[in-house]
């Protein structure tokens, strides 16, 4: 895969290079390929809390898709204040709208302003899952993917005796994938101040399962964390890395408390998180909006 020309001249230019590189090979500080490198692993890449219509930071965020390819995800908060139609038809459509057809999205609770979310459901189709329930889950080369609905109280709830949870278990039974990663909008963890304690039977089911990786959004932030279990513990052997990844057009958050085992934090920059789904591995990248500085970029062994 290579780093689309347009796309590289956005970066800062000292970044650049080593995004391109990083990306070609699979691996940073290394131009010799290694062993599990694919030259057709697929590209997810997304954010979170996207569109309003009185900026044009998701117009900003949205020319970023432009340049990659690959499959789009969003992390709730899709269109703002209440999600409604007009919001969805004039906010979001025109920008990341642009990308329909390779979305795959998760609800907010701004998009669950509107009872049931049937604005949200009625612009995303059959790719935003059954509407009694907002999630499901699907193949993306040799990964299994999962798109939770964190609005709890919206789909009966996310813990023990739900239908969520049930459903949760039983799909992770079924698709015993060597690299799996789920995303949704309320974070489990977050120095943003939104982290949700009520996620945590659903990140010990996802922990238990062998999850890899968990983004999240509703913070305005970019975060990533550690691998660590579902009580926030550090756990280097099969624990869960978390990106917060609120940064995909709308105002921004400031940090409150710093919670355990966050390994980097951005609160100024808008732009997106691209992921290249290696058969063994994953590759990140925060790719910045034009004439930002920030971003941040790595790569992991799956459990």
Aim: charged residues 15%.
């Amino acid at each position: 895969m290579r780093l689309p020309t347009a796309l590289a001249n956005l970066l800062p230019p000292s970044l650049s290079l080593t995004l391109i590189g990083a990306l070609v090979t699979g691996s940073f500080g290394s131009s010799v390929p290694t062993p599990w490198e694919s030259h057709s692993s697929p590209v997810f890449v997304g954010a979170g809390d996207i569109a309003s219509c009185y900026d044009d930071n998701d117009e900003a965020t949205a020319r970023l898709l432009d340049e990659i390819d690959g499959t789009v995800f969003t992390l709730g908060d899709n269109t703002y204040d209440h999600g409604t139609s007009t919001e969805f038809a004039s906010c979001y459509a025109p920008t990341w709208g642009r990308h329909l057809a390779r979305t795959r999205p998760s609800p907010g609770n701004h998009d669950y302003a509107t009872p049931e979310a049937s604005a949200y459901f009625a612009y995303f189709g059959e790719r935003a899952g059954d509407p009694t329930q907002g999630y499901y889950s699907y193949d993306l080369g040799e990964w299994h993917i999962i798109a939770l609905n964190t609005n709890c109280a919206e789909v009966g709830g996310c813990g023990e005796g739900s239908n969520q949870l049930a459903w949760l278990r039983a799909d992770l039974a079924a698709h015993p994938a060597r690299c799996t990663l789920a995303y949704g909008h309320h974070p489990r963890f977050s120095s943003g101040g939104h982290d949700d304690a009520n996620l945590t039977p659903m990140w010990k089911v996802l922990h238990d399962g062998g999850i890899d990786v968990v983004l999240s959004g509703h913070d305005h932030t970019y975060e990533r964390f550690a691998p660590q279990d579902a009580a926030g513990a550090l756990d280097t052997v099969s624990g869960i890395r978390q990106f917060v990844v609120g940064t995909g057009g709308a105002r921004h958050y400031d940090f409150e408390a710093l919670r355990p085992n966050s390994e980097i934090r951005n609160s100024d920059t808008f732009g997106v998180l691209m992921l290249t789904l290696q058969p063994t591995r994953y590759v990140w990248t925060f790719v910045p909006i034009a004439g930002a500085e920030f971003s941040d970029h790595g790569s992991t062994a799956c459990h």
